[in-house]
């Protein structure tokens, strides 16, 4: 009897421990976090998964920033290795001649928690569904832009513009 006992307490334990509080923290499907939005406080922290609270809140500083148009602030933010892969100057040229983001509210779609110091996030922003990540360094969490954002920039800034620019995806600046 106490076996059996012991037995369903340690499978509901593992149960709860690898399946409670990992996914979709602070954001729903239907979008329903808002750019800006302080996650809530709530969120917990999982022993097996990532502190998804502090990586939402640099995710909605990122998205906040993108919309009011600092580009600089949006790009401090950025993994050193996008960093290393675009320039500030070069994403401030492109975003200040065509903005994407600027003005629009970009909204979380899903949260993804994969390891400790990884979060991948899918987002929208009108009819653009786009996909980015947060990287945890030390105890800093970091916004990595995704892989399409660093290919639209792979041909440097003018060309990066021209792109935008041929799929009128450019914002008022």
């Avoid at 602030?73 to 001649?97: H, M, P, Q, R, S």
């Avoid at 949260?111 to 653009?128: F, I, Y």
Wanted: charged content about 20%; aromatic content about 6%; overall charge positive.
């Amino acid at each position: 009897m106490r076996w059996t006992t012991g037995a369903l307490i340690g499978a509901a334990v593992l149960t709860l421990a690898s399946g409670c509080g990992t996914a979709d923290q602070g954001a729903s499907p239907g979008g329903s976090a808002q750019p800006g939005a302080t996650p809530p406080a709530a969120a917990p922290v999982v022993s097996n998964g990532p502190n998804v609270a502090d990586a939402l809140a640099v995710a909605n500083s990122q998205f906040k920033l993108l919309a009011d148009g600092d580009w600089a602030g949006a790009y401090a933010l950025w993994t050193d290795a996008a960093k290393k892969k675009i320039t500030k100057k070069d994403f401030e040229k492109v975003n200040t001649a065509c903005p994407f983001f600027k003005g629009d509210p970009i909204q979380l779609q899903d949260v993804k928690p994969k390891s400790m110091e990884l979060v991948e996030l899918t987002w929208r922003r009108g009819e653009h569904i786009g996909h980015s990540a947060l990287r945890q360094t030390g105890k800093t969490w970091q916004y990595d832009p995704g892989a399409d954002t660093l290919a639209e920039f792979a041909g440097g800034a003018n060309a990066a513009i021209a792109k935008r620019k041929a799929g009128n995806i450019c914002t008022a600046p």
